[in-house]
């Protein structure tokens, strides 16, 4: 049974959704706002330093669990 996906285009149609979605992403940009590519940008640099500084708080972590055990000993 074949089931088709809401928005998939693969009859030629869309939800109303993601239609309204690209009006918006197109008027806002018209409108001089942030353009979609630049957002993409700014989230994955977000992403990259949140993972470093979760990263660096894993490494400060075992250090200071390894120091505790070393003086502990």
């Known amino acids: 049974m074949l089931r088709h996906m809401a928005g998939s285009g693969s009859d030629g149609t869309e939800d109303s959704d993601s239609s309204a979605e690209r009006e ?9 706002t942030v353009p979609k590519r630049q957002r993409l940008t700014r989230a994955s640099t977000r992403l990259s330093q949140s993972s ?11 250090h200071t669990h390894i120091c505790i055990y070393i003086l502990l000993q």
Do not use: F, P
């Not at 470093?52 to 075992?62: K, M």
């Open 52 to 62: 470093q500084g979760w990263q660096h708080s894993l490494y400060i972590c075992t």
């Open 24 to 32: 918006q992403t197109n008027s806002s940009e018209s409108e001089g």
